[in-house]
Structures are given as structure tokens and as C-alpha cells.
């Protein structure tokens, strides 16, 4: 009997208490027919059909309340509509949010064992440098002595004129040796991958695909193994092609070729370009690695003192290798999103508690008629998670539209193809998240309610009742504080891109077309057959109209930061500590005046300057104040790269590494004294072209000019200086976008919070505020009262909200660019606009209070 | 609070649990447990309807309007006073109606096709 009383709790409450005293008389009956081996029998009948019985009366109920939460919420449309909307807003940034981290920080790199994959760098322990590349003689002696690892591979980047089936076109790829596509544990769809004997120089040369470059060059046929295809102008077989999805080093990455090191390649220590990957012994941590390859590099540096005094090793994992601040502007994302939810949800908190406070009448009335708490209260929770389902609903949606702008924040460096989407985890999350916000202040205000139902009945909705009015007020407060916290955060990342695009770059922007080709070695590696191009391409450009000066550089300022060598001072003590060095780069005359880098001293490079006469230099100005102080740089002489140099002019410092890194100084050489062989990588491939009026219009031309000059040369890079620029702040304006239009939503929230409450405690207050219109208050101290309750509100969020926001400015101080985390224009306006936002909040319901007609209200 | 079920055909087909209880409350008004017992009688046995399907069954035909409870008692001697009585109501004895003539439809085709012996 005890038994059946426990199975009738399977049972809805309600169903239990109608019908429950009755199902046990006729248990107790039928159970008394039933003897011996029958009870078993009966007993077993009796279980499966409570559960099943109990099952479709809850499903019953269910049905019920669906029906009846939809009838309520659709007759209070705008309710249901705010609701909907707020919970979405929250969801949909903080899944889009969440989705990006995860992405990039979180979820395991798409290759096998990816926890024991670990970059291999060079460091300079005495300064900021911690990941250098690796000279290929320390790759091969770091790899021979270590023992911490299973495999050590290296690669290095390479840019290359592909032609395959098409026109030639610029193609980024990687050169590997033979570990590393094993290392990453993928297999090639088609064909095989690099083998030790691909790797000999005797062997024939041989190419991988990438799955996207096999399906646009070769619409992704079988027949492609064993095809000839062109690199850098001479011939590769195609053994393999990788699947989709795959792309390493980077998501550039299209094609792959056997890292091939020839004797030469390994008597320069100070050449670093190898990157190193490794993967650890099943038994070997980090941390062990580390102390190994930290120990070899000691023997080393002994070994090689001039070299390697100052180079250390730096084992870090591939998941770890983000930039610190890639991880730092997704954390500071993720806090903005999680900020818009916290202001979400304390909406839609303050959305159902206005909502079950407004009803209290409705539910006395029913629970009056016979209605128990937990029916009640089920209902009221059927209500709330149907609302917050219908706001997860809509918050996947904003989350998918919002996600491809996320991923642009990406860094690009990522070792993988795929960008983000959102998986089945994620929307768990996000369904879960608002179910927890619906139940929590759907359910217990109806509980509440349910309870002290004569209460209700007896004052109908007059007072809101002081604890709950209280719990509301926290709530804006809450909204105020997380707004403001948005607000600034937003204005200081504003302030910081306007500083950033106000610095001087060192050039001028305007009006400059650049287009890049990269002449492919060894066609032109003769000095004179790259000064016929040039000279063709460069005096053809000049006649063009409009155009007013043109050159060739081996690097555009900010497109490529590298290019850096050694530079060495005669009676100057070499600091072996401090790496002196200047980034280079090989000019065609005229470059400073197209550029608009302002001349100091001197003159610049000239046609003069050939192979034959010594080698000059310009260089820039902090060149001159680093090594020459004060004194006359010109004709003075130093060594670069081991050569000497005679200063024949000073320019204008300019940004090589981007706007917000420190650049080391430049040095510029002539062209012509670039020797034949050595320098393909330095081979001036950027042409430039100052112009007047539409330069992008020019760009026709040019390719034609081109085409006569080497019908073979591909063009790439087409853009403006100015788009160059632009690109340096190209994520912080996505950042700023995405930052700004959340801060924007929580302003709005907020507003709509404040006004909610407020016009909510006007109607609570509708009786008291007419017996003082009645005894003579005049508009004014009821619009005072009013306003004097919204602005304490909001002052106490500022308060809350300036504190939180300093926090949140100091930890992401790395993003600013030196704006202070307490700026007091981006702390005054945002603290201003807060105040007006409760102002205009609250002017509503102020109005609507000095409007009540005591007669009507009292009566 | 009965729902406006306008045709009785909407109803249709009837659980098997629930056109038996109307059968039982056709003839009179009955508690729950002489529900029960009738349709044993009356199936020979053969369907017994347990506690649990018996009000669940019934709460679902007082909210479609099928039976309402009854405040009429019998002679107070029979009388329980824990026991609820419920009574067929004018759609209850029509939904009943309407199920009956389509079982007898279904016995009709099933004798044109030689299921069951007897004249078409």
C-alpha cells in the first residue's frame, strides 16, 4: 500500500489530488482478488500501467499548459515580443562570442595527437624575441641531439609563381621536410606525400596540392598525378593532393614542396627562416623538452660564440602559439558578450518578475478556485521556458549571422582552413543558458505567488511589495553597471584607433597605386635581365598621364615587416646582447618620391649607383641617431650584412613593422648592387606609382605595360597604399564594430530596463501618487519624486560600472596604444550618456505620473 | 471546463478504455470502481480496466465535455462518501453513437470481404 502511494506520486500533483484517494481504495480492492502467483502477475500489470498512465496524464498537462501560454503571451504580444528579443540579444552574442574562442582557443587542432605537437623556435633570451626561426645548421644539430621528440621536422614559407593548367598566378605554399605531413598525421586523397629521397636535390622535383588549388586549376580530376606543373618558372611533378579542409602553415597555404637544403645552406648560422615541429615522446612533457633543447643550445652557443652567444630554444605548443594579443582581443570579446547577456538576462528578469507581479491577481483568482501551487507554477514554467526556447530560437540565428563578422577577428595565422561554425555543443549551451534564465525568474516569482494567495486576492495589485521592488532596482542597477562597463570600454578602443590611424606612418598614402610581381629566379637572376624589365615597366609607367613618379622596393612598408640584417660598425664594440640590426631593402631611384618619404639629408639612390662603384646606402633618420648621435652622417661607413656601405643620404624614419610595432631603423640600397645570385627573396618586386587623380584607374594599364615587358609575369597585390593602411587597423575597426553594436544593444536594454521598472512602480504607486496630487503636490515635486528615483539608480550603476570598467580598460591595455584605461573624455562621455539614457528612460513614466487624475484613481 | 468540441466525428476514433466507459455509463451513473467492474462483466473478463487508465481516461472525458461528475447520490445506504459518481452527457451518448456505427461500418466491410462469416 506504502508501494502504490509512492508510484502515485509518478503522477501530476493536480491528477493526484483529484483522483489519487480513489485509484487507492480500487488498488486495495483489486489487489485483494489477486492471490499467489497472480499478485506477482498483478503487481508487474499494476507498474507498467502506472507509468504509462502517469506518462500521458503529465503529457496531458503538458498539452494543456502549451496551449495556455500561448493563448496568454499572444494577448500580450508586446511582452512576449520584448522578451523574445532581449533573450536573443544575449544569446546570440554570447554563442557568436563562444564559438570564435572555442574555435581558436579551445577545440583541438584538427591533426592526430594534437597535444603533442610543439613548435620549435630560436629565442634571444636577453630581449623580447621568443620565437625566431631557425637557421637550418641549428635545425639539423637541435634535431640530431634531441631526444624529446618522436619526430622534428622544419618548414619555410614560400611564395611562388604557380602555373598550372591556367595564367601563372602568386601562390603561397610551404616547403617542408619528409616528417612534417606525417607529423600532422594527414594523408593525401590522391597520391602519395614527400618522401626522404624527394627531399635530395638529384631527385626529380615534386609538388603536393592543396584540395582547393586541385579543384580550381584541374576541376579536381584523377588524371592530375604525375602532371607537370611550373614553379617559379621550372617544372614540378604533382605526386599528391592533400583533402580539403588542410591547409599549414597557415590558411593560405595552397601548395607544398620538398624542403630541399643543400650544403651551402648550412654554414650560415645567422640565416634564420626554418620553422620547427616537433612532436613529443609519449613520456616526455613540455616542460622536459624544454630543459633539453634549453641544454643543447648551451652546448651550441659554446660550440659557435660569435654566432650563437646569445640563442636559446623556445619549445612551444602548436595549441598555445596564438599571439598574445589575438587571445587578449578574443578574451576582451568574450567579456563585451558575456556583459550584453548579463544585461539580457537581468532584462528578461526584470521583464517575467514585472510580468508574475502584474498577474498576482490572475493566479489568486485561480488558485482561489481551486488551482494548487504546483499546478500554477507548472504552468508559469511552461510558459517561461516556451519564451526562453522562442529567444534561443532566435539567438542561433543572430549567432549565425553574426559569426562570419566574428571570424574576421580570426588571426590568420591559424594552422587551419575551416572558419568557425557553430556545433551541436555550442547550441546546447545556448539553449541552456536560457532555459536556466526562464526558469529562474519564471518559475519562483509564480511559486511565490501561488503561496500567499489571500494575500493577493484581499490588496489586488496595489503594492509590489517592498523585497521584490528591491530585487528589481538591483537588477537595473546591475544593467546600468555592465552598460557603462561597455561604454567605455567601446570609447577607449575608439579613442585608441583614432590615435593609431592619427600616427604617422612616415609615407604619404594618398594617391599611390602598388602592385607586386615577383620575378621568378633563376630566369631573372642576372642582374641585367631584371634592369631591362624594371627600366621597361618603370619609364613606360612614367609617360602615363597623370602619373608623377614610380620605383620598385623589395618590400612595401607594412605588407612585409621582415628583411632584416646585421649591421656592423667599425670601432664601434660589437654588443653581442644587443642585436644590431636594420631591415633592407633594394630601390629602383625615384622610390622616395613616390612613397613621399621626406628627404633629410643627401641624395637618394641613383641609376648611377651600379655593381661597378661602391655600395651605398640611405638610411633613415634613427639609423643616424642610434649609431652617428649628433654627428654628420654622410660618407661615413658601415658593414650590413658583412659588407660595407658608404652613407650617401638620410631619410624620413617609416613604420615598416605596422603602426603599432616598433620598427627597426632602414637601410636602402640601390638595385643595381644587389648582385646576381644571392638576393631573390630581396629582388625588388613592389612597384609603386604616384599618381594624380583615380590611381586604382591606372591599374589596366599598368598590367598591359607589364605584359609587354615579360608576357609570363604574373601581377598580384593590386591596392593602394591607402588600402595597405587601412588593413593595420582592419581588425580593431571589426572589433570596434562588434564592440560598438554591443555596447549600443546594452544601452538600449538598459534604457528599456530603466523605463520598465519605473513605469511599473508609477502604476504600483498610481494611489499613493494621487492622494499627494490630491493634497496639493504640484507636477513638479511628482516629476522630481519620479526622476530622483531614477537618477539614484543610475548614479549607483556609474558608481559600479566605472570601477568595473577601469579593471576591464587595464587588462586590456595591450589594445589601447598607450590611451590611459582611466581616459576621462571616453569616462565623462560614457558616464553622461548613461545619465541621459536614464533621463530619457525615465521621462515616460514621469509624465505618465504627473498626469494622474486623482479623481479617476481614488476612486 | 469543457472544450467546444462542435462534431462528434472530431472524437473519432474512441480509445478502446474510453468507449467502454461509456458503454458502463450509458444505462446509469457509476463511481469508478463499478466502471471497472461493468466493463469486466461485460468483456467476460477480458479487459480490466486499472486505476491509473480509468481517471486518466476520465479526466481527459470531463475536459471533452464526454461525462460530467454528478452531484446526485443514489440511496444513501450504497453511498460512499469518498466516491465520486460521473454521468454520460447528451455528446457523451452521441460521440458513443457516432463510434458505434464506425465499428459497425468496419464489421460490415470486413463480412463484403470474407472476414467474418455471415450475409454482406
Same mark, same amino acid.
Given at each position: 500500500?506504502?508501494?502504490?502511494?509512492?508510484?502515485?506520486?509518478?503522477?501530476?500533483?493536480?491528477?493526484?489530488?483529484?483522483?489519487?484517494?480513489?485509484?487507492?481504495?480500487?488498488?486495495?480492492?483489486?489487489?485483494?482478488?489477486?492471490?499467489?502467483?497472480?499478485?506477482?502477475?498483478?503487481?508487474?500489470?499494476?507498474?507498467?500501467?502506472?507509468?504509462?498512465?502517469?506518462?500521458?496524464?503529465?503529457?496531458?498537462?503538458?498539452?494543456?499548459?502549451?496551449?495556455?501560454?500561448?493563448?496568454?503571451?499572444?494577448?500580450?504580444?508586446?511582452?512576449?515580443?520584448?522578451?523574445?528579443?532581449?533573450?536573443?540579444?544575449?544569446?546570440?552574442?554570447?554563442?557568436?562570442?563562444?564559438?570564435?574562442?572555442?574555435?581558436?582557443?579551445?577545440?583541438?587542432?584538427?591533426?592526430?595527437?594534437?597535444?603533442?605537437?610543439?613548435?620549435?623556435?630560436?629565442?634571444?633570451?636577453?630581449?623580447?624575441?621568443?620565437?625566431?626561426?631557425?637557421?637550418?645548421?641549428?635545425?639539423?644539430?637541435?634535431?640530431?641531439?634531441?631526444?624529446?621528440?618522436?619526430?622534428?621536422?622544419?618548414?619555410?614559407?614560400?611564395?611562388?609563381?604557380?602555373?598550372?593548367?591556367?595564367?601563372?598566378?602568386?601562390?603561397?605554399?610551404?616547403?617542408?621536410?619528409?616528417?612534417?605531413?606525417?607529423?600532422?598525421?594527414?594523408?593525401?586523397?590522391?597520391?602519395?606525400?614527400?618522401?626522404?629521397?624527394? $627531399?635530395?636535390?638529384?631527385?626529380?622535383?615534386?609538388?603536393?596540392?592543396?584540395?582547393?588549388?586541385?579543384?580550381?586549376?584541374?576541376?579536381?580530376?584523377?588524371?592530375?598525378?604525375?602532371?607537370?606543373?611550373?614553379?617559379?618558372?621550372?617544372?614540378?611533378?604533382?605526386?599528391?593532393?592533400?583533402?580539403?579542409?588542410?591547409?599549414?602553415?597557415?590558411?593560405?597555404?595552397?601548395?607544398?614542396?620538398?624542403?630541399?637544403?643543400?650544403?651551402?645552406?648550412?654554414?650560415?648560422?645567422?640565416?634564420?627562416?626554418?620553422?620547427?615541429?616537433?612532436?613529443?615522446?609519449?613520456?616526455?612533457?613540455?616542460?622536459?623538452?624544454? @630543459?633539453?633543447?634549453?641544454?643543447?643550445?648551451?652546448?651550441?652557443?659554446?660550440?659557435?660564440?660569435?654566432?650563437?652567444?646569445?640563442?636559446?630554444?623556445?619549445?612551444?605548443?602548436?595549441?598555445?602559439?596564438?599571439?598574445?594579443?589575438?587571445?587578449?582581443?578574443?578574451?576582451?570579446?568574450?567579456?563585451?558578450?558575456?556583459?550584453?547577456?548579463?544585461?539580457?538576462?537581468?532584462?528578461?528578469?526584470?521583464?517575467?518578475?514585472?510580468?508574475?507581479? @502584474?498577474?498576482?491577481?490572475?493566479?489568486?483568482?485561480?488558485?482561489?478556485?481551486?488551482?494548487?501551487?504546483?499546478?500554477?507554477?507548472?504552468?508559469?514554467?511552461?510558459?517561461?521556458?516556451?519564451?526562453?526556447?522562442?529567444?534561443?530560437?532566435?539567438?542561433?540565428?543572430?549567432?549565425?549571422?553574426?559569426?562570419?563578422?566574428?571570424?574576421?577577428?580570426?588571426?590568420?595565422?591559424?594552422?587551419?582552413?575551416?572558419?568557425?561554425?557553430?556545433?551541436?555543443?555550442?547550441?546546447?549551451?545556448?539553449?541552456?543558458?536560457?532555459?536556466?534564465?526562464?526558469?529562474?525568474?519564471?518559475?519562483?516569482?509564480?511559486?511565490?505567488?501561488?503561496?500567499?494567495?489571500?494575500?493577493?486576492?484581499?490588496?489586488?495589485?496595489?503594492?509590489?511589495?517592498?523585497?521584490?521592488?528591491?530585487?528589481?532596482?538591483?537588477?537595473?542597477?546591475?544593467?546600468?553597471?555592465?552598460?557603462?562597463?561597455?561604454?567605455?570600454?567601446?570609447?577607449?578602443?575608439?579613442?585608441?584607433?583614432?590615435?593609431?590611424?592619427?600616427?604617422?606612418?612616415?609615407?604619404?598614402?594618398?594617391?599611390?597605386?602598388?602592385?607586386?610581381?615577383?620575378?621568378?629566379?633563376?630566369?631573372?637572376?642576372?642582374?641585367?635581365?631584371?634592369?631591362?624589365?624594371?627600366?621597361?615597366?618603370?619609364?613606360?609607367?612614367?609617360?602615363?598621364?597623370?602619373?608623377?613618379?614610380?620605383?620598385?622596393?623589395?618590400?612595401?612598408?607594412?605588407?612585409?615587416?621582415?628583411?632584416?640584417?646585421?649591421?656592423?660598425?667599425?670601432?664601434?664594440?660589437?654588443?653581442?646582447?644587443?642585436?644590431?640590426?636594420?631591415?633592407?631593402?633594394?630601390?629602383?631611384?625615384?622610390?622616395?618620391?613616390?612613397?613621399?618619404?621626406?628627404?633629410?639629408?643627401?641624395?637618394?639612390?641613383?641609376?648611377?649607383?651600379?655593381?661597378?662603384?661602391?655600395?651605398?646606402?640611405?638610411?633613415?633618420?634613427?639609423?643616424?641617431?642610434?649609431?652617428?648621435?649628433?654627428?654628420?652622417?654622410?660618407?661615413?661607413?658601415?658593414?650590413?650584412?658583412?659588407?660595407?656601405?658608404?652613407?650617401?643620404?638620410?631619410?624620413?624614419?617609416?613604420?615598416?613593422?605596422?603602426?603599432?610595432?616598433?620598427?627597426?631603423?632602414?637601410?636602402?640600397?640601390?638595385?643595381?648592387?644587389?648582385?646576381?645570385?644571392?638576393?631573390?627573396?630581396?629582388?625588388?618586386?613592389?612597384?609603386?606609382?604616384?599618381?594624380?587623380?583615380?590611381?586604382?584607374?591606372?591599374?589596366?594599364?599598368?598590367?598591359?605595360?607589364?605584359?609587354?615587358?615579360?608576357?609570363?609575369?604574373?601581377?598580384?597585390?593590386?591596392?593602394?597604399?591607402?588600402?595597405?593602411?587601412?588593413?593595420?587597423?582592419?581588425?580593431?575597426?571589426?572589433?570596434?564594430?562588434?564592440?560598438?553594436?554591443?555596447?549600443?544593444?546594452?544601452?538600449?536594454?538598459?534604457?528599456?530596463?530603466?523605463?520598465?521598472?519605473?513605469?511599473?512602480?508609477?502604476?504600483?504607486?498610481?494611489?499613493?501618487?494621487?492622494?499627494?496630487?490630491?493634497?496639493?503636490?504640484?507636477?513638479?515635486?511628482?516629476?522630481?519624486?519620479?526622476?530622483?528615483?531614477?537618477?539614484?539608480?543610475?548614479?549607483?550603476?556609474?558608481?559600479?560600472?566605472?570601477?568595473?570598467?577601469?579593471?576591464?580598460?587595464?587588462?586590456?591595455?595591450?589594445?589601447?596604444?598607450?590611451?590611459?584605461?582611466?581616459?576621462?573624455?571616453?569616462?565623462?562621455?560614457?558616464?553622461?550618456?548613461?545619465?541621459?539614457?536614464? $533621463?530619457?528612460?525615465?521621462?515616460?513614466?514621469?509624465?505618465?505620473?504627473?498626469?494622474?487624475?486623482?479623481?479617476?484613481?481614488?476612486? | 471546463?469543457?472544450?467546444?468540441?462542435?462534431?462528434?466525428?472530431?472524437?473519432?476514433?474512441?480509445?478502446?478504455?474510453?468507449?467502454?466507459?461509456?458503454?458502463?455509463? !450509458?444505462?446509469?451513473?457509476?463511481?469508478?470502481?463499478?466502471?471497472?467492474?461493468?466493463?469486466?462483466?461485460?468483456?467476460?473478463?477480458? /479487459?480490466?480496466?486499472?486505476?491509473?487508465?480509468?481517471?486518466?481516461?476520465?479526466?481527459?472525458?470531463?475536459?471533452?465535455? /464526454?461525462?460530467?461528475?454528478?452531484?446526485?447520490?443514489? !440511496?444513501?445506504?450504497?453511498?460512499?462518501?469518498?466516491?465520486?459518481?460521473?454521468?454520460?452527457?447528451?455528446?457523451?451518448?452521441?460521440?458513443?453513437?457516432?463510434? !458505434?456505427?464506425?465499428?459497425?461500418?468496419?464489421?460490415?466491410?470486413?463480412? !463484403?470481404?470474407?472476414?467474418?462469416?455471415?450475409?454482406?
Amino acid at each position: 500500500m506504502h508501494f502504490y502511494g509512492f508510484l502515485l506520486r509518478l503522477y501530476p500533483a493536480s491528477f493526484r489530488a483529484e483522483y489519487g484517494e480513489e485509484m487507492r481504495a480500487i488498488f486495495l480492492r483489486t489487489r485483494k482478488e489477486s492471490r499467489g502467483f497472480r499478485t506477482v502477475l498483478f503487481w508487474m500489470a499494476t507498474l507498467i500501467e502506472v507509468f504509462s498512465s502517469a506518462f500521458a496524464a503529465h503529457w496531458d498537462v503538458l498539452n494543456q499548459d502549451l496551449r495556455y501560454a500561448a493563448r496568454t503571451l499572444a494577448r500580450a504580444p508586446g511582452f512576449a515580443f520584448t522578451a523574445i528579443t532581449v533573450a536573443a540579444l544575449g544569446i546570440g552574442a554570447a554563442t557568436a562570442a563562444y564559438t570564435l574562442i572555442d574555435h581558436v582557443m579551445v577545440r583541438a587542432l584538427p591533426f592526430a595527437d594534437p597535444d603533442r605537437l610543439v613548435n620549435i623556435w630560436q629565442n634571444v633570451p636577453s630581449s623580447h624575441l621568443r620565437e625566431l626561426e631557425l637557421s637550418p645548421a641549428n635545425y639539423r644539430d637541435w634535431k640530431n641531439a634531441a631526444t624529446s621528440f618522436s619526430s622534428f621536422g622544419a618548414f619555410a614559407s614560400l611564395a611562388a609563381t604557380f602555373r598550372g593548367a591556367g595564367e601563372p598566378q602568386r601562390i603561397f605554399g610551404a616547403a617542408f621536410t619528409d616528417e612534417i605531413f606525417p607529423l600532422l598525421g594527414k594523408q593525401p586523397v590522391l597520391g602519395r606525400v614527400f618522401s626522404a629521397e624527394d $627531399l635530395k636535390h638529384s631527385a626529380p622535383a615534386t609538388v603536393v596540392l592543396s584540395y582547393s588549388l586541385w579543384q580550381d586549376e584541374f576541376g579536381g580530376g584523377s588524371a592530375v598525378l604525375g602532371r607537370k606543373v611550373e614553379i617559379n618558372g621550372s617544372p614540378h611533378t604533382i605526386i599528391g593532393v592533400m583533402p580539403a579542409g588542410f591547409s599549414f602553415p597557415d590558411r593560405d597555404a595552397k601548395l607544398w614542396v620538398p624542403l630541399r637544403l643543400a650544403p651551402i645552406d648550412f654554414t650560415d648560422r645567422s640565416n634564420w627562416y626554418l620553422h620547427g615541429l616537433a612532436r613529443l615522446n609519449p613520456d616526455v612533457s613540455g616542460s622536459q623538452a624544454q @630543459a633539453e633543447m634549453t641544454g643543447i643550445a648551451a652546448q651550441l652557443a659554446r660550440a659557435y660564440p660569435k654566432e650563437l652567444a646569445n640563442v636559446g630554444a623556445n619549445v612551444v605548443p602548436l595549441r598555445d602559439d596564438i599571439s598574445p594579443r589575438a587571445r587578449l582581443l578574443l578574451e576582451a570579446l568574450m567579456g563585451a558578450a558575456l556583459c550584453l547577456l548579463l544585461i539580457a538576462c537581468a532584462n528578461l528578469a526584470n521583464l517575467l518578475l514585472a510580468r508574475a507581479l @502584474a498577474r498576482r491577481g490572475e493566479f489568486a483568482v485561480r488558485s482561489a478556485l481551486g488551482a494548487g501551487r504546483e499546478r500554477l507554477a507548472r504552468q508559469m514554467l511552461t510558459e517561461s521556458v516556451l519564451l526562453a526556447l522562442a529567444g534561443g530560437l532566435l539567438g542561433i540565428l543572430i549567432a549565425y549571422a553574426a559569426v562570419p563578422l566574428f571570424a574576421r577577428l580570426m588571426p590568420n595565422a591559424l594552422p587551419w582552413g575551416q572558419s568557425p561554425s557553430i556545433d551541436t555543443r555550442l547550441l546546447a549551451f545556448a539553449v541552456l543558458l536560457t532555459l536556466i534564465t526562464g526558469i529562474a525568474f519564471g518559475a519562483f516569482p509564480a511559486l511565490r505567488a501561488g503561496r500567499n494567495s489571500e494575500g493577493a486576492l484581499r490588496d489586488n495589485v496595489r503594492s509590489g511589495g517592498g523585497r521584490r521592488e528591491r530585487l528589481r532596482s538591483a537588477l537595473v542597477v546591475t544593467e546600468i553597471a555592465a552598460c557603462v562597463v561597455l561604454l567605455i570600454s567601446s570609447g577607449l578602443l575608439i579613442r585608441a584607433l583614432s590615435r593609431i590611424r592619427g600616427l604617422d606612418p612616415g609615407f604619404r598614402s594618398d594617391h599611390v597605386l602598388t602592385l607586386r610581381t615577383m620575378l621568378p629566379f633563376p630566369k631573372y637572376q642576372k642582374l641585367e635581365t631584371r634592369r631591362t624589365f624594371y627600366n621597361g615597366v618603370l619609364s613606360s609607367a612614367r609617360q602615363l598621364p597623370g602619373v608623377t613618379s614610380v620605383a620598385y622596393t623589395s618590400f612595401l612598408p607594412m605588407v612585409m615587416p621582415g628583411g632584416v640584417w646585421h649591421v656592423e660598425i667599425a670601432g664601434r664594440p660589437q654588443d653581442i646582447a644587443q642585436q644590431e640590426s636594420a631591415s633592407a631593402r633594394f630601390i629602383t631611384p625615384d622610390y622616395f618620391v613616390a612613397m613621399g618619404i621626406p628627404f633629410v639629408m643627401g641624395r637618394g639612390i641613383e641609376e648611377s649607383d651600379t655593381p661597378q662603384k661602391p655600395l651605398v646606402a640611405v638610411v633613415s633618420r634613427s639609423f643616424v641617431d642610434h649609431y652617428w648621435p649628433g654627428g654628420n652622417p654622410l660618407g661615413r661607413h658601415f658593414k650590413f650584412n658583412f659588407l660595407d656601405h658608404v652613407v650617401v643620404g638620410v631619410v624620413g624614419d617609416v613604420r615598416v613593422r605596422g603602426l603599432e610595432r616598433a620598427s627597426e631603423p632602414q637601410v636602402y640600397l640601390s638595385y643595381q648592387q644587389a648582385g646576381d645570385a644571392e638576393w631573390s627573396w630581396y629582388a625588388p618586386k613592389d612597384l609603386v606609382v604616384r599618381a594624380s587623380g583615380d590611381v586604382l584607374a591606372l591599374a589596366p594599364t599598368l598590367r598591359r605595360i607589364i605584359h609587354d615587358a615579360d608576357p609570363e609575369q604574373p601581377i598580384s597585390d593590386v591596392q593602394t597604399l591607402h588600402d595597405i593602411l587601412d588593413g593595420e587597423t582592419g581588425t580593431r575597426s571589426i572589433q570596434l564594430r562588434i564592440l560598438g553594436s554591443f555596447a549600443a544593444a546594452a544601452f538600449f536594454l538598459a534604457a528599456f530596463g530603466i523605463h520598465g521598472l519605473l513605469a511599473f512602480a508609477v502604476s504600483q504607486r498610481t494611489q499613493e501618487i494621487s492622494v499627494r496630487i490630491a493634497l496639493g503636490a504640484r507636477p513638479g515635486m511628482i516629476l522630481n519624486m519620479v526622476l530622483k528615483r531614477a537618477l539614484i539608480l543610475a548614479a549607483a550603476g556609474v558608481v559600479v560600472g566605472t570601477a568595473l570598467a577601469f579593471a576591464a580598460g587595464r587588462s586590456m591595455q595591450a589594445l589601447l596604444a598607450g590611451v590611459s584605461p582611466a581616459d576621462t573624455l571616453t569616462f565623462s562621455t560614457a558616464i553622461g550618456l548613461c545619465f541621459a539614457m536614464t $533621463l530619457a528612460g525615465s521621462l515616460i513614466p514621469a509624465r505618465r505620473a504627473t498626469r494622474i487624475d486623482p479623481v479617476t484613481a481614488l476612486r | 471546463m469543457a472544450a467546444q468540441t462542435p462534431s462528434p466525428e472530431s472524437l473519432l476514433p474512441l480509445p478502446t478504455a474510453t468507449f467502454h466507459i461509456l458503454l458502463a455509463l !450509458a444505462t446509469e451513473d457509476r463511481h469508478g470502481y463499478a466502471i471497472i467492474q461493468d466493463v469486466a462483466a461485460r468483456t467476460d473478463g477480458e /479487459l480490466k480496466l486499472s486505476a491509473g487508465t480509468l481517471y486518466h481516461s476520465i479526466q481527459r472525458m470531463l475536459e471533452q465535455g /464526454l461525462l460530467v461528475e454528478t452531484r446526485d447520490r443514489p !440511496a444513501p445506504e450504497e453511498d460512499d462518501e469518498r466516491r465520486r459518481y460521473y454521468r454520460i452527457t447528451p455528446f457523451g451518448n452521441a460521440v458513443g453513437r457516432a463510434e !458505434a456505427r464506425r465499428l459497425t461500418q468496419l464489421v460490415r466491410f470486413a463480412r !463484403a470481404s470474407g472476414f467474418v462469416p455471415g450475409k454482406a
